[in-house]
């Protein structure tokens, strides 16, 4: 064993079809600091490590994955830094939920009944989550994310293949650019390369566009993807949406995207289109589902925002024991779309 230029041990989850690969030892020691200067650390000095676990042959295009670290903050419990195919995100919505269901189910903290409280420093923020515990197994987990506002409203942007569009640049724990499907395009697995297609050009249409700035975070100043909504597919009925998310690197989530969700509940919220505490059931393109409530209305900076929680469900798929041989050809693995 001692042969191998790295080991790690991880275990799969996925929170409504969407994975997430959480790393439970080998990881490197971080430097003291926030969560956004680890990230940056990370990005910097092991990228190496990100690479090797999400993408080919270990991983895949849509890999999603996780590092727990310790707390930053006095009221939190782990640190966590989020990782995909093009790099590290702000915030996980999906994640949060996966690893909730993780640290509950395996006894990682202490449980208490009906629910178990976590909080994790996340590099967008503190995030607080409420894990179900009956005794015997965890359940649904949901979490209070971080404040959501919108940017900018109305943002109109001209794309290749689709003609002009107009949405809203809204901030849910990353930015997002929510836009409505066009007509005879419905959120369904059979349409995904159309929708990957319309969720990337509106991104880069957005970026070029318009300069994005947190107020009160400048390390949160990007566009993380677009997510496009329409009516609730043939697996989704009785949901009040269904949506896609298009991430990344023309990353697809296969969940409703937890931070989507929050910052889809904050847009309808503040354009008067959702109450407070009223419930929203927001699908994925695979019928999978997220349930959104706006819980307190605040102030970010110059903009007007809101509190959301999001309750969601995730499954324990698989433990696995990663090695890297020293003569592997592809230690930091091979990205193929």
């Not at 190496?48 to 991983?59: A, H, N, T």
């Not at 354009?271 to 393109?285: D, F, K, M, T």
Request: glycine share 10%.
């Amino acid at each position: 064993m001692s042969d191998y230029a790295r080991q790690l041990h991880t275990v799969d989850l996925h929170t409504g079809g969407e994975p997430l690969r959480v790393v439970l030892s080998g990881l490197p020691p971080l430097p003291a600091g926030t969560m956004l200067q680890k990230r940056a650390w990370l990005r910097e000095h092991h990228d190496d490590l990100r690479r090797f676990l999400m993408l080919e042959p270990r991983g895949h295009a849509d890999m999603y994955g996780a590092y727990l670290f310790p707390p930053v903050s006095p009221g939190a419990d782990f640190g966590v830094i989020f990782l995909h195919n093009e790099g590290y995100s702000d915030m996980c919505g999906h994640g949060i939920i996966a690893l909730g269901r993780l640290l509950v189910e395996l006894g990682m903290v202490e449980r208490q009944s009906p629910r178990t409280r976590i909080a994790f420093d996340a590099p967008a923020g503190f995030i607080e989550a409420w894990v179900e515990w009956d005794g015997r197994h965890a359940g649904r987990t949901t979490f209070r994310n971080v404040p959501g506002f919108i940017y900018r409203r109305d943002v109109a942007v001209r794309t290749r293949d689709f003609g002009a569009i107009t949405g809203d640049i809204v901030f849910g724990g990353a930015f997002y650019y929510y836009l409505t499907a066009p007509d005879g395009l419905s959120i369904a697995p059979e349409n995904v390369r159309t929708l990957i297609e319309l969720g990337a050009q509106a991104k880069a249409a957005v970026v070029a566009q318009i300069p994005i700035r947190h107020p009160l975070e400048p390390d949160l100043d990007q566009l993380y993807g677009s997510i496009i909504d329409g009516p609730p597919n043939a697996a989704s009925v009785g949901a009040d949406q269904s949506n896609v998310c298009i991430f990344a690197d023309r990353e697809v989530d296969r969940s409703p995207t937890g931070t989507g969700s929050s910052g889809r509940a904050a847009q309808l919220f503040l354009r008067g289109r959702l109450g407070l505490n009223q419930a929203y059931v927001n699908a994925s393109i695979v019928g999978s589902r997220f349930e959104v409530r706006v819980v307190e209305a605040v102030k970010i900076g110059p903009f007007d925002g809101a509190i959301t929680e999001v309750t969601g469900e995730a499954h324990i798929m698989g433990f696995n024991h990663w090695v890297l041989e020293r003569e592997d050809p592809f230690p930091q693995g091979f990205f193929l779309r």
